[in-house]
């Protein structure tokens, strides 16, 4: 191995691996000969089972993470990369973690960082199918009756304006494509489409298409910034519905060995294609921060918050003037097993409205709360199994504006690396 012999190594070590397995050096050698001859898939099988007996073994930490990526398992990539940080790594380690993570933000999986070439170029992409119920498709009240002031009486709103549940499917893909500049500075684009579709209800079934793309530079080993643009068209009953458009701007920095502190800002424009809703026509800026958090390497812990706050002009008169938001948000993972994350993450997000509405004769103000409860089940390398349950509330002082949603789906999802 130390003269990169490794199918020679990998020869000699294989018929020893019934007896040995358990064996955390064994497993370890065996694990990483298994990676550097291009069997990713064994090598996570091997190195999983050093783990499980010594959580705190940095190299097979490290290694195990390398075989995340190599098999295009970005998010289990960074989950062991983060843990390896937080296990104090050797600076030189340190900076190929980062360079590590660097990559997979910009949308690299794969083996371009598998032994000691760096491919210029990756490819990754994506595809899932979605099943599930929404309680609230349309996002609307539950009160048939409404008290309108500047009428002095109650209306009876029609059934199209009430929560309307329904059962739906989804289908969902999308690919990236990363381009390394050099060895700190890569280009990245990317792309996904959505489009799904209820079961009685296709007033509301819509499909949602998004672009993005570009560059992202190591300031060092543990700093870098991401500059990119997107834009999003949304498409609500088969009609163009919605355009945004916005530029972003993001600043991440690894303070400790045990996480990683983000700062990050975006601007947007905002304009609907339906004639009816131009009135709802906004620019939108928000900052922000974040910090995740490693609390177990042997169970695979992450915890993570973050705050925002921003403004949205109204440039299209709409009856409620510009908005001020504020919001919060928390989250944790946690490993069950070889191949099952658990997680959940909470939300909450304070509207302000600066002008009276008309209709209303008060000032619009909402508190919404998000909840989300769900699992990854990794059945195999590419292939995964994701159950969430998630809940929506929607408090404001306009009862037409308050909601109630939950939604309970299923997603498959195949990789492509």
Not at 82 to 99: E, G, T
Not at 370 to 379: C, F, M, S, Y
Not at 410 to 416: A, E, G, K, S, Y
Request: hydrophobic share 40%; net charge neutral.
């Amino acid at each position: 191995m130390q003269s990169a012999q490794y199918a020679a190594a990998l020869k000699l070590l294989a018929p020893y691996e019934d007896s040995q397995a358990g064996n955390v050096e064994f497993d370890y050698l065996l694990g990483v000969t298994a990676l550097e001859t291009g069997d990713a898939s064994r090598a996570t099988i091997v190195l999983e089972r050093a783990l499980i007996v010594n959580p705190n073994h940095a190299g097979a930490r490290l290694d195990l993470a390398r075989a995340y990526f190599a098999l295009g398992d970005r998010e289990r990539a960074r989950t062991e990369f983060n843990a390896a940080l937080v296990q104090d790594p050797p600076v030189n380690a340190r900076a190929a973690i980062n360079a590590y993570l660097a990559r997979i933000d910009g949308g690299s999986s794969g083996t371009d960082l598998v032994g000691s070439g760096m491919a210029a170029t990756r490819m990754a992409g994506y595809l899932e199918f979605m099943a599930g119920r929404d309680t609230n498709v349309n996002n609307a009240t539950s009160q048939g009756q409404i008290f309108v002031p500047v009428f002095g009486f109650s209306v009876q709103l029609a059934p199209t304006s009430l929560r309307t549940p329904d059962n739906f499917l989804s289908l969902g893909g999308g690919g990236e494509i990363s381009h390394a500049l050099n060895a700190s500075t890569s280009l990245f684009a990317g792309g996904d489409a959505r489009l799904r579709r209820n079961q009685h209800t296709d007033t509301y079934s819509y499909n949602q298409f998004d672009v993005r793309g570009g560059l992202q530079h190591a300031l060092s080993a543990a700093t870098l910034v991401r500059v990119s643009v997107a834009h999003q068209q949304y498409y609500l009953d088969h009609n163009n519905y919605r355009g945004a458009s916005g530029l972003n701007l993001e600043w991440r920095h690894a303070p400790s060995e045990k996480g990683q502190f983000s700062v990050f800002g975006s601007g947007s424009r905002v304009r609907y294609k339906d004639t009816a809703q131009t009135a709802n026509d906004v620019d939108l800026g928000v900052l922000g921060a974040g910090y995740t958090h490693a609390l177990n390497t042997g169970s695979r812990t992450l915890v993570s918050v973050s705050a925002v706050a921003g403004h949205e002009r109204d440039v299209g008169q709409r009856i409620d003037g510009d908005r001020k938001l504020y919001g919060l948000r928390a989250g944790a993972q946690t490993g069950w097993g070889a191949r099952v994350d658990l997680y959940a993450s909470a939300g909450y997000q304070q509207s302000r409205y600066q002008s009276d509405n008309v209709v209303f004769m008060q000032k619009r103000s909402d508190n919404q709360t998000d909840l989300a409860l769900g699992a990854v089940w990794r059945l195999t390398e590419v292939w995964q199994l994701r159950p969430q349950l998630t809940y929506t509330r929607n408090a404001s002082n306009i009862d037409i504006y308050a909601y109630t949603r939950y939604e309970a789906s299923i997603t498959l999802r195949r990789d492509f690396k």
